[in-house]
């Protein structure tokens, strides 16, 4: 089945350093994205109501980080909570350390290890002569990329978006990086 952006919930807390991935969605109509304001369970219950899943932003192993927009105690806006309405959709996973959170918990999708999206994450990884126009170059094509195929299924999205930012891996370093960290478990 193809799947249509009016199929598909958008998960990506309001945030500067990752407006990038807005070009995911932001030239489609029919887009539901939730960048704050809602509580926990109100966010599970409109999970359960889609095909497609996409969360992206800031995270680690233990998930995506709220960024102070949404109505939680926690520092997650998903977390192991939703484990079990994950399970059975159709999901994309873009955070640092997604894949840890996604292996920890068996679910399947498209997903992100560690991403670099900014230059101090670029001096932390061990890139310590990047300059912010690499790390926007890979930020751009990568989201520009995701979106073009968004409505495809997970296993072509992966393989395109892994064939084009390859091409991109082999002169940008951040890209090279990302490269070796975009997953697929089907």
């Not at 989201?143 to 084009?164: A, F, M, P, W, Y």
């Amino acid at each position: 089945k193809k799947i249509t952006m009016k199929d598909t919930l958008i998960i990506h807390p309001k945030d500067k350093s990752t407006s990038f991935l807005e070009q995911i969605y932001g030239n489609r109509e029919n887009v539901i994205v939730v960048s704050g304001n809602v509580t926990k369970p109100a966010l599970l219950k409109m999970i359960q109501q889609y095909d497609r899943i996409i969360m992206m932003g800031h995270g680690s192993p233990d998930g995506l980080l709220a960024m102070n927009q949404f109505k939680t105690d926690s520092p997650y806006i998903v977390d192991k909570s939703f484990i079990d309405v994950l399970s059975k959709k159709n999901a994309i996973y873009i955070w640092c350390y997604a894949n840890e959170f996604v292996n920890k918990y068996h679910l399947k999708g498209f997903y992100t290890g560690m991403f670099i999206s900014e230059v101090r994450e670029a001096y932390y990884c061990g890139l310590a002569v990047t300059k912010q126009h690499e790390v926007d170059e890979s930020n751009y094509f990568f989201s520009n990329l995701v979106g073009k195929h968004i409505n495809k299924e997970l296993k072509i999205i992966h393989r395109r978006v892994k064939r084009r930012y390859g091409a991109l891996s082999k002169v940008n370093s951040i890209a090279e990086y990302n490269y070796n960290r975009l997953y697929l478990n089907l």
